[in-house]
């Protein structure tokens, strides 16, 4: 006999429900340790399962050229800055210094709060990464490599299931865009900033945010800017109009 439960529920909450029960099972489980974050609008937070962005998870940046790997570390610092506020310190490994540390102060981050390791292999970079997620006292690693194994990746997602820890993994110019145990995959691309009610310089950072996957949740496509220590969602519309409102005086 069906369950009550599946007569009377819509598909989708039906769905829903299942999603979630699959979660723990994929590693995913919620510790209550870990307190959510609140840097995301509202449209990319809907992307992810219970809308909340997975911490406690490894994610996958995939950056082409030196534009793409710049907006990208800047996008991930967004992210890194609220993680922090609740936690301890972070670790940055990468082969060459890719990051101006003070440059992390505008993105709400006090750079003697990260412990950047340069290290020329990659296999050296993997190894201490995985590591370094084991150790439950860090509030995230973040680790500049080129290819990624799903064995690897696999490696990397078991470490941070027991201690918690959230794993930022920046993939620049990689020829092999391969199937990995990341709970989701990125591309941050740049956009032209707007001036401030006609302010001199430059305006606070855009990017094209792409979700290309993500585990039980909604891939999708934003284009955000980064100001008040916060993500905010620019809406296309409302930037045709601002235009069209400057032109017309």
Do not use: Y
């Amino acid at each position: 006999m069906s369950s009550p439960l599946l007569i009377t529920s819509p598909k989708a909450a039906i769905i829903a429900q299942l999603q979630k029960d699959i979660l723990p099972l994929q590693g995913l489980k919620k510790s209550p340790n870990l307190s959510s974050i609140n840097v995301f609008p509202t449209v990319i937070k809907k992307a992810f399962t219970d809308a909340e962005f997975p911490l406690g998870a490894v994610h996958e940046f995939i950056c082409n050229g030196e534009e793409g790997f710049a907006s990208t570390g800047g996008f991930v610092s967004g992210i890194l800055s609220s993680i922090m506020q609740n936690s301890g310190a972070s670790i940055w490994i990468s082969s060459s210094k890719t990051i101006f540390p003070p440059a992390l102060k505008w993105f709400g981050i006090e750079p003697e709060k990260i412990i950047f390791l340069e290290l020329k292999r990659e296999k050296e970079i993997l190894w201490v990464m995985e590591e370094a997620l084991k150790c439950d006292s860090l509030s995230a690693v973040v680790g500049e490599i080129k290819d990624l194994s799903f064995i690897n990746s696999r490696r990397l997602q078991l470490a941070v299931e027991e201690s918690r820890v959230t794993g930022f993994i920046l993939r620049s110019n990689t020829k092999n865009v391969n199937t990995t145990a990341c709970v989701t995959r990125w591309k941050i691309t740049p956009l032209k900033s707007e001036s401030i009610e006609d302010m001199p310089g430059v305006g606070f950072p855009r990017w094209n945010v792409e979700l290309l996957k993500v585990r039980n949740g909604k891939p999708g496509s934003w284009e955000i800017e980064f100001s008040g220590r916060r993500f905010k969602h620019i809406s296309k519309v409302s930037a045709i109009e601002l235009e069209q409102k400057r032109k017309t005086g």
